[in-house]
């Protein structure tokens, strides 16, 4: 049981460059959120999903998308990449019913 | 939407003192408090939570306290340890609205000095 599962951990793009990070959990949680954490500034909502095939927007929703495909996978893609999203970015799930968060490790994303 | 205000940002204890951080909320429809522990290099832990129907919960040395009519809550950490050093996030969300989702407070760096 690995909980939640981020990939890539680092990452390093070039200004206009594209990029997916997965997130993966394996507890047959529902509920699936991408938030970016800035200094200072506490974790941030991207998108989130209530369910497999939808997705809703968050509080920063502009410069991402996302897909919910399958139910243990959540996407985060960023088709422009701009200096302005480098942040660490963490993928977390919730079952249905319950509110306790399960968070991955992070993903450190840096946009030169 | 809601809004989650955290103090301090930075809070310095000698080893054995108490911790305190304090939040403010401005959605009265908030009704789950949760803190959160994030070690460095890892993703946020969740460390005790609370609901608007009670006024204070505890957890061996932590402890939350809940004051839904003016809108803030705060985490006590008695006997602090050196295990006790990392960012401590505090979080409402409203548990009916679809998605459950939390807003997140700004943070606060705890330095347990030995």
């Known amino acids: 049981n690995a909980g939640v599962t981020q990939t890539p951990k680092f990452r390093v793009l070039k200004t206009g460059q594209s990029m997916t990070l997965l997130c993966a959990q394996d507890?047959?949680?529902?509920?699936m959120y991408w938030y970016r954490q800035d200094p200072g500034m506490g974790l941030r909502l991207i998108h989130y999903?209530?369910?497999?095939?939808?997705?809703a927007k968050g509080e920063v929703p502009d410069g991402y998308n996302v897909s919910r495909l399958k139910k243990q996978n959540f996407l985060l893609g960023l088709e422009s990449a701009a200096p302005s999203q480098t942040s660490v970015y963490f993928c977390?799930?919730?079952?249905?019913?319950?509110?306790?968060?399960?968070f991955g490790q992070g993903t450190r994303l840096t946009v030169v | 939407g809601e809004n989650v205000e955290q103090h301090p940002s930075t809070l310095s204890v000698q080893e054995g003192d108490s911790a305190v951080i304090k939040c403010t909320y401005s959605?009265?429809?908030?009704?789950?408090f949760p803190w959160y522990k994030q070690e460095l290099g890892k993703g946020p832990q969740l460390i005790i939570d609370?609901?608007?129907?009670?006024g204070e919960k505890k957890d061996q040395r932590i402890a939350v306290t809940l004051n839904k009519t003016a809108k803030h809550f705060s985490l006590h950490i008695t006997e602090t340890q050196p295990e006790d050093s990392a960012v401590y996030f505090c979080?409402?969300?409203?548990?009916?609205?679809?998605?459950?989702?939390?807003?997140f407070g700004g943070g606060t760096r705890v330095l347990v000095k030995p």
């Open positions: 979080a409402a969300s409203t548990i009916e609205a679809a998605g459950n989702k939390l807003t």
């Open positions: 609370i609901r608007s129907n009670v």
């Open positions: 977390a799930s919730i079952p249905a019913g319950e509110n306790k968060a399960f």
């Open positions: 999903s209530v369910g497999e095939g939808t997705t």
């Open positions: 959605d009265s429809a908030s009704n789950y």
């Open positions: 507890m047959n949680h529902e509920y």
